[in-house]
């Protein structure tokens, strides 16, 4: 087991060991940086855009977009990313899927050449009740690199809180691939609450297998996870 977790009291206290891997990364020298939205990452952006922490000759790569949306459009995760970092916490460079491109094999391709050319020193990731990391959903290759998909009823629904009309919530999206996320040198994946924890438990004790995409963490050498008590109460050991 190469995966290092560690609970943590609250959502506050996640966000300060997760900033201070990303101090720890910069130290190091660390230069790319794969970033993630839901929720779950906000605890850490709020502490690095309180720290003085200098990021303004890095590189952001975020692993995913809605197709569809906008950079402009405020559910778009662009948007996201400029409101919770971004503004605040200037990169050289911040590289996101563009989620009006039509050629998805295009935008794929282009994708995947930024991060071949910008190999990934710290990748955040957050994790979906269903297990997906990023947005591959159960079933999804671990080959994959990026690619459009098809996103599950379960994360629509999941996801369809942060949409006025749930008719809104975007049914594709582009994503980095499984492969993609393991190609990071090191990476740290954060989980809060209750109906996490089932994932949380198929992830670090389960077989390792396409069913529950985050399972292939444990292939991964350098794997951080940070879980609250709640999100951690399925673990058996
Ligand atoms: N594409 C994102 C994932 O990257 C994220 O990990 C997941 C969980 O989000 P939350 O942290 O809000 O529970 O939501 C979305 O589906």
Redesign the pocket.
């Known amino acids: 087991m190469t995966m290092d977790i560690k609970i943590v009291k609250d959502q506050q206290a996640g966000g300060q060991a997760g900033y201070q891997l990303f101090a720890d990364a910069l130290d190091a020298g660390a230069n790319v940086f794969g970033l ?6 906000i605890t850490i952006y709020q502490a690095l855009t309180a720290s003085d922490l200098d990021f303004s000759d890095k590189i952001s790569i975020n ?2 977009e809605y197709v569809g949306l906008s950079a402009t459009n405020p559910q778009s ?1 662009h948007y996201f990313m400029q409101e919770h970092l971004f503004n605040q916490k200037p990169f050289k460079h911040n590289y996101l899927p563009d989620g009006l491109a039509t050629d998805a094999e295009a935008e794929t391709s282009r994708y995947d050449r930024i991060i071949e050319n910008n190999p990934i020193d710290l990748q955040l ?5 269903n297990g ?4 591959n959903e159960p079933g999804t290759a671990f080959s994959e690199l990026t690619h459009k998909v098809a996103l599950t009823p379960s ?1 629509i629904a ?2 369809a809180r942060f949409f006025a009309d749930p008719n809104e919530v975007p049914k594709y ?1 582009y ?1 980095m691939g499984i492969a993609s996320i393991m190609q990071a040198k090191h990476i740290v994946l ?4 209750e109906n ?1 924890a089932q994932a949380v438990a198929q992830m670090i004790e389960g077989p390792v297998t396409e069913a529950v995409p985050a399972s292939a963490l444990q292939n991964h050498a350098n794997v951080t996870v940070i879980l609250d008590e709640a999100a951690a109460s399925q673990l058996q050991k």
């Not at 993630?36 to 990452?41: D, F, I, R």
């Not at 997906?132 to 947005?135: A, D, E, K, Q, V």
């Open positions: 993630a939205t839901g929720s779950s990452p692993l995913d995760y990731l957050g994790l979906g009740v997906h990391i990023g947005f994360t999941a996801n999206a994503s954060v989980a809060y609450g996490k």
